[in-house]
């Protein structure tokens, strides 16, 4: 890593920084709070570029430092608390890694959008630890692996609640039997199975090793392209709904959910399995890019682990709500009598598709809806590290 005093971005020379050095300590202690934990505290595994990170920032703020030092002296772990305004900033860009036509700057900018720093990014960050700058150079490492540090605490928060809110949902879908499409299903059987196994590497290791890290990549590409096809189906279906439950409510005067698009779906056998595989494809698409945005926060991409979480969350909220309000009609109303006795054994398959539906807005009042994330609220991130990982911290020395 190499740091000093660069262009700005927009061309302009910038020959010191507008805050000194001391600010980004300063910035950071703001931001992070961090206390020893009670004796015999048990934590999870906490991945290498998170370690690494931590060394880098507690090095440059005293407070951080601080605490760090006394958990180690006590033989403590150390609980890591992230104010909820900090991730924001980062989501935001006030908190980022920008880019010039010369290479990429790591510019941590306050609130006020004053500069705080600048430094060039040639190395790893993740491996730069503590100890290996000092003085000025000091305070720029500490920007660089601050967006790192946050993506990794970030990362792991989002796995473990979108587990918790979409586990259910998971088990109900594998309860339902229904004509799927053994390559699409097997396409979300496989990135299941997978998952399980990243999430089992990640808890003794706290990090993905190499080859899961390439399977990841395969398994993203065909669960997103599974996802797409049946989006741009779930997508027609919903404004066909909207659309004739329009026509039929200025039409006749009253507004039924069961209208002729979801008669036809049902007539043509697709209606159950296509909600149910788009369903899947999201739910596993989610998880697959919170493992994806860990895996860019170990390898330094702070700023591009933190997009693909806040765009994942939107899309999984987006997506599930929407698809939510317009299924709530169908499974409070029975469809009319009239059309249940229209073609010959049409009824059974109407009672099906309505319980598939009641399934799945039922779970998702229950236990999906309440649990998802909101990327616009604001939410304090939390990291424990067992005493191992707290001597494992090396700081640079007071003073240099």
Known sequence: MEFGNEEAVDGTEQSESLLPVEGV???IDAYVA???MAVGHMTAAVSPAFLASLATVGSAAPGLATAIRAAASSGRGLEVVFSPEVTRLL??????????????MATAVTPANVFVENARVVGDVTKVGAGAVGGAALGTA???AFPVMIAVAAGYAQQRQLDQALESMALAL?????RLKDADSGTCDAAEDFLELAQAAVRHGGVLPPYLELELAQHRTAVESLYRARKRYVDRFKRELERQQNDRERDKGDRHPWVDVVIDGVKDGELDGELLLFVRALVARTKLNIVAAAVLAEGGQGEAALGLID??????????????????????????PSRLQRIPGLGKSLERTRATITMLVDQLNADVLPMIPDPDEDTAVRVQLGVGDVQRLR??????
């Open 91 to 104: 989501r935001s860009g006030q908190l980022n890694l920008l880019k010039t036509s010369t290479g990429q």
């Open 395 to 400: 700081l640079a020395p007071t003073g240099e």
């Open 142 to 144: 500490a920007v660089v």
């Open 34 to 36: 961090a206390s020893p």
């Open 311 to 336: 765009r994942t969350e939107r899309e999984l909220r987006t997506s599930f709500f929407d698809l939510h309000r317009r299924l709530v009609p169908l499974a409070r109303y029975a469809p009319e």
């Open 25 to 27: 300590g300063q910035t």
């Open 174 to 178: 594998e309860r339902i039997e229904t």
